[in-house]
């Protein structure tokens, strides 16, 4: 992983004082698939619906090549990561997964303004997003509006997943 960001991350009393958001390799996709199954896991989902959403939360070293995949590391090992997929002036955002254990320590937060700031720098005006419903107060929390929602069913439960965009800075 190549270095292109160094922060330090708070939230509360919870720091990482040296929190790196780097390039993801693709010999890093083992660690983020664990990142994002654990991530998932974190809020009480079934192991059934883990199951069914395991092709969307397996990140594959052709993934990594072919997208802009950015991992946050505290020491050497990745704690959190995203995902940009797309060309033009709107990106998705397909994937953001904060480790358990860092979740409320600001490293989400750092990630999703680097991934704004990344996005606005390979011309993008806008980033579209589906949030878990788990994440939208955190993704209106940064900015991101709700435009609407895409609706699916898993065992028989219908559920709501809310559909976000938010303008990149200076290219509103």
């Not at 303004?113 to 419903?133: F, I, Q």
């Not at 439960?157 to 290219?171: A, C, E, F, N, Y």
Request: glycine share 10%.
């Amino acid at each position: 992983m190549d270095e292109v960001g160094s922060v330090a991350a708070c939230s509360g009393d919870r720091e990482v004082p040296h929190l790196e958001i780097v390039r993801a390799s693709p010999d890093a996709a083992d660690v983020l698939t664990r990142i994002a199954f654990a991530a998932k896991r974190h809020w009480g989902y079934p192991e059934p619906w883990i199951e069914q959403w395991s092709g969307c939360l397996t990140i594959t070293p052709e993934f990594i090549r072919d997208n802009e995949v950015h991992a946050a590391t505290a020491g050497d090992e990745p704690v959190a990561f995203y995902a940009l997929v797309g060309r033009g002036s709107t990106l998705e955002l397909e994937h953001l997964w904060v480790s358990p254990e860092y979740i409320g320590s600001g490293v989400g937060r750092a990630l999703f303004e680097h991934a704004l700031g990344r996005a606005a720098s390979l011309g993008a005006e806008t980033l579209r997003l589906e949030a878990d419903p788990n994440a939208e107060g955190f993704y209106r929390r940064m900015g991101a509006r709700r435009v609407g929602e895409n609706v699916y069913e898993i065992e028989g439960q219908k559920r709501v997943l809310p559909l976000m965009v938010v303008g990149l800075p200076g290219r509103r």
